[in-house]
């Protein structure tokens, strides 16, 4: 099995920066994207960020410009860096990995998700 832990969430005021981490383990022979995603109250969980093995990457348009997502292979551990956060951005943060495991398997996993609050 694969489990993703995430860690990082928190309160901070509109304008802070939180940074993010989901680190990868067990059964894994190759991470072919890790992502991550969010979902407010009441709303669909949403694409933040993309990051593939290779290091592309790509942003949902309402984070671009002020979140980074980065990746560190030999970790297994995916970052997402959140500057000049604002109260829309609150949401429970989601890690995602699309995993190819020993046994030739490949699934796609998600961790158990974090809270992010930036209250107005």
């Known amino acids: 099995q694969v489990q993703l832990v995430e860690s990082g969430g928190g309160l901070v005021q509109a304008g802070g920066s939180l940074r993010l981490s989901c680190a990868a383990s067990?059964?894994?022979?190759?991470?072919?994207?890790m992502a991550w995603y969010r979902q407010a109250p009441g709303k669909q969980r949403d694409l933040v960020a993309r990051?593939?093995?290779?290091?592309?990457?790509n942003y949902a348009d309402s984070v671009k410009g002020r979140f980074t997502i980065s990746r560190d292979n030999a970790k297994n551990t995916v970052y997402l860096q959140m500057n000049n956060l604002k109260p829309e951005d609150t949401a429970v943060y989601y890690c995602?990995?699309?995993?190819?495991?020993?046994?030739?398997?490949?699934?796609?996993?998600w961790g158990q998700g974090t809270q992010v609050t930036v209250p107005s």
């Open positions: 990051i593939t093995s290779g290091g592309s990457t």
């Open positions: 067990g059964s894994i022979f190759y991470i072919y994207y």
């Open positions: 995602n990995a699309d995993v190819s495991t020993n046994w030739g398997g490949r699934s796609g996993y």
